[in-house]
């Protein structure tokens, strides 16, 4: 999302850009999304709930996303919902097929199965969606992104001198149904297992690894699952939620569920949507350090830090922000 919305923006300020597409396909993670842009109600919120992340980045993203909300709006994408039900929270619901030919139509060329040249020319901008890809592969997990985001932008970046910000080891996912259940990117949203304080949660070893209830977003608790014996866990729920969608969509997938003493255990993995962690900019987007290049998106590192903040959001705002600043 960030590279289109970087694009579309320069083009409006008369500039030429080229989106330079990793994929077969234009629009990232943000065509495989729920696709709510939003932003928490108050920065006071924002700091509570992500209260590690850069508090200039933070304001950067949240003084600039109303504007920049309009801006995607006159785009002229299907809008789904018009507020977001969460009362911590404020922003819009798009149809994602809607919005992504909508920043196609508005970001000009666009090279599709071409990776980020290994030298090109500034200024540019890095918006390669994070390392999800990578980590979870390092660490075993499954994959609920893209499949091209592994890192490119963060290497090509480092490679040139940037620094990194936030945690590489923090990311935002989900709970979804253990092997042998098979996921497809269209299921991605509706196998999440959200049980919020309705489901204990257990590891391979019998134990409760994850006291209280999970945070709002989940991802604190999927997060935890990553670190347990093979990256698995088991929510138990009383047998009543039998005919529950959640426990539908695991049985359909062909996800693993007991059922014994008037419960269900249902197995799940974790799943990495993104990482937090990555290249250090400043609040004009700049990669610290490096003159003419900027980063946007996932590549940025230290927005959420310590808890989650929307992600379409932050490559919405941070991206209209990257190719303002590149003109300039
Ligand atoms: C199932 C699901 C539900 C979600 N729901 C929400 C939600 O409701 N609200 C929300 O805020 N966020 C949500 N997200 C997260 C959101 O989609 C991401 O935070 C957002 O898309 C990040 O934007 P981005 O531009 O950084 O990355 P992306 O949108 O993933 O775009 C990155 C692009 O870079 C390309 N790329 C990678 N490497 C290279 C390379 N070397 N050269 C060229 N191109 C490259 C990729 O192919 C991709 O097209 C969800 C994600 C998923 C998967």
Redesign the pocket.
Known sequence: ???LCAAARARELGADPVV????DR?????L???????RYETFEDFRRECPGGDERLQRAVFDGFDEALEWLVSLGPEVVWEETPNPLTTGKRFEPRSLTDALVRAAGELRLSE??PREAEPPLVV????FAVRYAREHRLLV???P???G?GLDFARQRGAEVAGDLDEFYGRAMPAPPATITEAD??RLSQLWDGEARFVNEDGDEFFPGPPAWHESDLAQAIARQPGGTAWFVVSSDYRDDPRVEALRGAGGTIVEEFGELSLHVAAAV??TQGGIRVDEQAGVTGVDGLFAA???VGGISTGGYS????A?LVLGRVAAESALR
Not at 127 to 130: D, I, L, V
């Open positions: 999302m960030a590279g330079i597409e990793k994929g234009p629009g990232g993670s943000m495989l999304s729920s696709c709510v842009v939003w990776a980020l918006a390669t969606g994070g609920r992104c893209n091209w985001s592994e490119d991605y949203v949507t993104h998106g996932a590549d929307s992600g379409l959001a490559a």
